[in-house]
């Protein structure tokens, strides 16, 4: 078993994308910069080739901008078995899930991407559909996808929680988005911002599937965590710690509360039963974070 990096949001020059770069020189940028794997999602359209750099992830994104202050509706798919048809049924909750139901028909898992771009979608639309297993609750894409919210906006780390509250399991990633790879600025969406590293028994496309159905998996734009255990009655982590940083654990339940917090590189929570869910979010003092994906637990505990 290992921890292996990769990204989820990944475009190139292929039909349908905005980057300038070929795919071969994307899968060597991210080979070059120490990822395992790699999920190309250009717009639309299936990109395939043969590589063997690192593994490759089958992967495209569904969707469009949509008109009328609906925001970029675009769904990722991954570990599809073939080109997923966009359907535009004009209206948001519809069209988010015509293409949720696409990639799941081709054989994929679902991921919601970049809640805050323009007003995707919030928890209250994510509720009306079905399907979906994954939501980003960071994008590297730069200031316009706004994870932070603002006044009257909430964070996507909140829309995360409110879903959670709900009942509704659903995991966390982070992503690039990455769409320029020759021209380096905070307001472009360059690559290297968010990944996910899953836990699994070996370095291939099923085991990076099989780990993001199943949450064996944490996202990071910066935070490397050395271990993560976790169970219906205890979730514990250690962080592999840089010099100069310092960490903040904080251990989440329902509605987004803290359930307890820690400095250090390590943390432990006990279940209690009460707490409809616990993830844990990890806060470095350089200002990145990791996300531990939630755990539901039963009032039995």
């Known amino acids: 078993m290992g921890w292996y990096k990769g990204n989820l949001h990944t475009h190139t020059s292929e039909l349908g994308s905005e980057g300038p770069a070929a795919p071969e020189a994307v899968v060597h940028w991210y080979a070059e910069h120490g990822y395992d794997w790699l999920s190309i999602t250009d717009h639309n359209v299936l990109t395939e080739l043969e590589t063997e750099e690192l593994i490759l992830v089958r992967g495209q994104e569904v969707g469009k901008h949509m008109p009328g202050g609906n925001g970029p509706i675009h769904v990722n798919g991954f570990g599809i078995s073939r080109s997923v048809e966009f359907v535009d049924l004009e209206e948001k909750v519809p069209t988010m899930q015509a293409s949720i139901d696409g990639v799941v028909a081709a054989g994929g898992i679902a991921s919601l991407n970049h809640p805050n771009d323009r007003g995707s979608f919030n928890h209250t639309h994510l509720l009306q559909t079905t399907g979906a297993t994954l939501m980003e609750v960071f994008n590297g894409g730069g200031p316009g996808k706004n994870n932070e919210g603002g006044p009257g906006v909430p964070s996507c780390e909140e829309i995360w929680d409110n879903v959670l509250t709900s ?7 982070a992503t690039d988005d990455a769409h320029v790879y020759d021209e ?13 590293f899953v836990w699994a028994d070996e370095l291939s496309e099923q085991s990076v599937i099989t780990a993001l159905k199943t949450g064996s998996f944490y996202a990071s734009n910066g935070v490397t965590l050395a271990s993560v255990e976790a169970s219906p009655s205890k979730m514990s982590l250690v962080v592999a710690g840089r010099k100069g940083e310092s960490y903040s654990i904080t251990f ?3 509605n987004g509360s803290v359930l307890s917090q820690t400095t250090g590189l390590e943390g432990t929570y006990t279940m209690s039963g009460e707490e ?8 470095s003092s350089q200002g990145s974070k990791a996300w531990v994906q939630p755990v539901f637990v039963n009032a039995s505990t």
């Open 167 to 173: 009942g509704r399991l659903i995991y966390g990633i």
């Open 184 to 196: 380096w600025r905070p307001d472009r969406s360059n690559p290297g911002r968010g990944w996910v």
């Open 252 to 254: 989440s339940g329902n």
């Open 276 to 283: 409809g869910y616990v993830r844990a979010t990890v806060s």
